[in-house]
């Protein structure tokens, strides 16, 4: 392999919150420090892996919008339950993905599934939220729901990557992606190195959601993040404690960044519409469910 990206920063986030009453969270990064250096990337939340006990009514997060970004949302343990003000609705499990792109806007809610919650158990997300361009960022809605069993297995020296987008050396993922991403899914066994071809020009962060590398002879452990600027092409971690990971890189997007709560534009004026858009009810209502 060629020149790999080289360490840039790690991040080593404290704390946890609750966001709703079913998603115990840990923010691993988020745009509100230096976008740039994630960027296509805009925040990475990691839920669980928490026990709930058995419910009538199903934990989660209530009715909320968003307009500007996508949200990635992939199932380790428990299942989730989606529908929003653009008509879709869906249940994911074990393994699936729910790629929302809701652009120029959707209310939505996101619950644990009618099942989980009668029967409890382990719950573990993770949620990513990835940037649109200014060109993009009033599409329409968009909605894919992608199943375990498609999302193809790659098996590499030291572990194995689920290709959920992008290209990894020639296995393509399923999701639709509006500018140049890969998200991989990755399955750390060790001991050894494992490579990961990364495209040049593309930022990338390694978010371990448990066990540990080394990387640059400095150890990215549970809910630490490595981030790797966009020259090079490949990312090589030395695997100390076999566990999981995501890899996520992208062409940056390099435009400006506002942000407000469940929005992301480019201006502060695009973030006053968009709230009194929310407002007067012009990103849509949800139907009683």
């Keep these: 392999m060629s020149t790999m990206k080289r360490l840039k920063a790690i991040y080593r986030p404290e704390g946890s919150h609750w966001v709703g009453d079913g998603f115990p969270v ?58 929003d003000s653009a008509g879709h609705a869906g249940k ?11 652009a120029s806007g959707v209310v939505h809610e996101e619950m644990h599934s009618d099942e989980f919650a009668r029967q409890g158990g382990v719950f573990e997300v993770v949620q990513l939220w990835v940037n649109l361009p200014a060109r ?49 899914d990755v399955r750390f066994e060790g001991p050894g190195i494992l490579e990961l071809p990364v495209p040049r020009g593309h930022n990338a962060v390694l978010a371990v959601l448990d066990g540990s590398v080394e990387i640059e002879h400095e150890t990215v452990g549970a809910h630490e993040v490595g981030v790797f600027g966009p020259e090079g092409s490949g990312v090589a971690v030395k695997v100390l404690r076999p566990g999981k990971a995501l890899l996520l890189a992208g062409e940056p997007i390099q435009e400006p960044v506002a942000g407000y709560g469940p929005f992301v534009m480019n201006t502060q004026d695009e973030i006053r519409q968009a709230v009194e858009d929310f407002r007067s009810g012009r990103l849509g209502k949800l139907l009683a469910g």
């Design 26 to 83: 840990r923010t691993l990064f988020s745009y509100a420090g230096h976008p740039e250096d994630v960027s296509p990337f805009l925040l990475f939340d990691h839920a669980g892996p928490k026990s709930f006990g058995p419910t009538d009514v199903p934990r989660g997060v209530d009715e909320h919008p968003h307009r500007g970004f996508e949200t990635v949302t992939i199932v380790y343990q428990g299942e989730l339950q989606h529908r």
């Design 92 to 102: 994911i499990g074990p393994g699936d993905v729910q790629w929302m792109t809701a």
């Design 136 to 184: 993009n960022k009033m599409d329409d809605p968009r909605y894919q729901e992608i199943r375990r069993d498609d999302v193809p297995t790659v098996r590499v020296r030291g572990g194995d990557v689920r290709v959920i987008a992008g290209d990894f050396a020639g296995t393509l993922g399923p999701a639709q992606t509006v500018t140049p991403i890969e998200v991989w």
